[in-house]
């Protein structure tokens, strides 16, 4: 009897190790998958690969940047998506942070675009929330060491000069499709081996 009840016992307690070991170890493996999440998007976003990013997200794609929030259908995002690819764009995470169900992310990116109007990366804290195992929301919640003097002056010398020297492309800053890009960086092209742009460049 004293033999049975100890067998008893010691199998409750091997359940209940397993239990915990079981628990461990998935709750281990969810937060890895939420790290691959994250680095399977910045992938898709280097890559310019549209279904991959799409296919991250649980259903529509929410973008809340500060108090601007921004919901696509999948197919409406496609445009926009579009539009950032033509630039090239390099995304990196810097730094990462799991809390909960959601990822803290401090992320860098440059493109053609950027560069010219910053002159550097620009740096972004975001919160990727994540939810039955797809990417629900992010919200891009500060922008760190950005100068938006210099984003605004060279913006409105750009599009000042290309009024006045190539008016065909006039209106491509608010054009973001795939064909505005191609004008946009078509603009910079032209700004850049202008002699405006030298002299600017000459007294900096």
């Excluded at 390099?90 to 990462?96: A, H, M």
Aim: glycine residues 4%; contains cysteine; proline residues 1%.
């Amino acid at each position: 009897m004293c033999k049975s009840h100890f067998s008893k016992v010691a199998s409750l307690i091997f359940i209940l190790a397993m239990m915990i070991f079981v628990s461990c170890k998935w709750k281990h493996h969810q937060e890895i998958d939420s790290f691959e999440i994250a680095d399977n998007y910045i992938d898709a976003l280097n890559a310019s690969d549209y279904n991959k990013l799409v296919g991250l997200f649980v259903d529509s794609i929410r973008f809340n940047e500060m108090d601007y929030v921004r919901t696509f259908g999948r197919e409406e995002y496609r445009s926009l998506f579009q539009w950032d690819s033509v630039f090239a764009p390099t995304y990196r995470i810097l730094k990462v942070k799991k809390a909960g169900g959601e990822l803290h992310l401090k992320v860098s990116k440059e493109c053609e675009r950027i560069n010219f109007l910053h002159e550097k990366p620009f740096v972004t804290n975001e919160i990727m929330q994540i939810k039955d195992g797809g990417i629900y929301q992010i919200d891009v919640i500060e922008y760190v060491d950005f100068n938006d003097s210099l984003w605004v002056d060279k913006r409105e010398k750009l599009v000042s000069w290309i009024e006045k020297n190539h008016p065909g492309l006039d209106g491509f800053i608010y054009d973001q499709t795939k064909e505005g890009a191609v004008k946009f960086r078509k603009a910079i092209a032209f700004y850049k081996s202008s002699r405006d742009f030298n002299n600017q460049q000459e007294n900096n």
